[in-house]
């Protein structure tokens, strides 16, 4: 009698999954076990998440009237704090790390002393789309990982300043109508569901491919007058629809958060954008490079798609500062060429 658990019919866990790349030589125990390490404290965040108003951890952190602020001067909550305060606590003791970074901490974070020390960086945005948290709207943790530069084995902010191309790994959790990793060590882009009665990670899509071609944009088109000249172009040319140059009719979606937007994306297609804005030009962009530009350009060159600011590989983007920001335009290939184009078109013009 043939088993039910024969090799091709069991499912594969993140750990399964992560043992095999290992074999196959693909990553090192070390890297192993900081995404073991990683993926166990998203899972406490998704319950968190999940518990919502019970757990009492909704609203903003700080003292009532006086929410406290982050590096990037903006509002945290009481969920920011609490999933920042769990990664750090999971990744300290180890030992493969030589120092963390999160965009809701002004420096990076070093190890405490009493721990070993590894060859890895860690950096996290331990909560993005902060926005939705008190509305029940789709959240989650983006994270990326460095190697540390040779003999470094307490890491300072410099140390952090590499291009994406660098990134060892890149991952995201959503924390939705389910939750989910999705992944990249640089072989392809993977996508786990977590199974909350079992309590790990299953492998669900292997090798996600993000269509080239798309009809679907996603953009915050309230700071539409706040845009420059090619993106105003370029999405002026979007709305036209069949009418218009582009000659087909294009939807729009936009959940401000970026992991649910990307999460889109990165399963039927799209582009994503937060261009340049008057409100956000004096500081490079809206979105932060180390912990959201680069982890997603990761993910999603990794699944076939392109990621840019609109004149540059987001990945080659050499960073100046741990919170720099950037223009993000990121998904669907021929989609992320063609707003370059518009970008590149209006440069040439201006010459
Ligand atoms: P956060 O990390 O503070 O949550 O900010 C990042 C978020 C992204 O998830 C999302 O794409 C964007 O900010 C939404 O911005 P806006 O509210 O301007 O539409
Ligand atoms: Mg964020």
New binding site residues.
């Given amino acids: 009698m043939s088993s039910v658990l024969s090799p091709s019919n069991t499912s594969i866990s993140l750990t399964r999954y992560l043992i095999e790349e290992q074999r196959a030589g693909r990553i090192n125990p070390d890297l192993r076990l900081l995404i073991e390490v990683v993926a166990r404290a998203c899972k406490t965040i998704s319950i968190a998440v999940g518990k919502g108003a019970l757990g009492g951890v909704l609203g903003d952190a700080g003292t009532p009237g006086a929410a406290s602020m982050?590096i990037?001067g903006?509002a945290q909550k009481k969920l920011?704090v609490l999933s920042n305060e769990i990664l750090l606590e999971a990744n300290a003791w180890g030992g493969h790390l030589a120092g963390l970074a999160s965009?809701e901490m002004d420096t990076s974070h070093p190890i405490p002393d009493v721990y070993p020390r590894g060859n890895y960086l860690l950096l996290f945005?331990p909560?993005?789309?902060?926005?939705?948290i008190d509305v029940n709207i789709s959240?989650?943790t983006i994270f990326s990982v460095l190697r540390a530069p040779e003999g470094v084995t307490q890491a300072q902010d410099q140390d952090f300043l590499q291009p994406g191309t660098e990134q060892v790994c890149a991952g995201y959790t959503t924390y939705g109508p389910s939750t989910m990793l999705v992944l990249t060590i640089g072989n392809g882009t993977h996508a786990f569901t977590l199974d909350r009665e079992v309590g790990s990670f299953v492998l669900t899509t292997r090798g996600m491919q993000i269509p080239d071609d798309t009809k679907e944009f996603a953009v915050?088109m309230?700071?539409q007058r706040h845009w420059q000249p090619p993106m105003q172009a370029y999405v002026t040319d979007l709305l036209a629809g069949k009418e218009g140059p582009r000659g087909k009719d294009f939807n729009m979606r936009?959940?401000?958060?970026?992991?649910?937007?990307v999460h889109r994306i990165l399963t039927r297609g799209g582009i994503?954008s937060?261009p340049l804005d008057a409100k956000c030009a004096a500081q490079g962009g809206?979105?932060?490079l180390m912990?959201?530009a680069n982890p997603m350009s990761f993910l999603v060159e990794q699944a076939g798609g392109a990621a840019s600011t609109g004149r540059q590989r987001l990945l080659e983007v050499q960073p100046t500062g741990l919170h720099m920001r950037v223009p993000v335009f990121l998904g669907s290939k021929a989609e992320v060429e063609t707003a370059v184009r518009y970008h590149h078109e209006f440069d040439a013009e201006q010459a």
């Fill in positions: 982050n990037q903006e920011d965009e945005d909560l993005d789309g902060s926005s939705n959240v989650g915050n309230s700071n936009w959940v401000a958060s970026m992991v649910a937007d994503f937060y809206k979105l932060r912990y959201e």
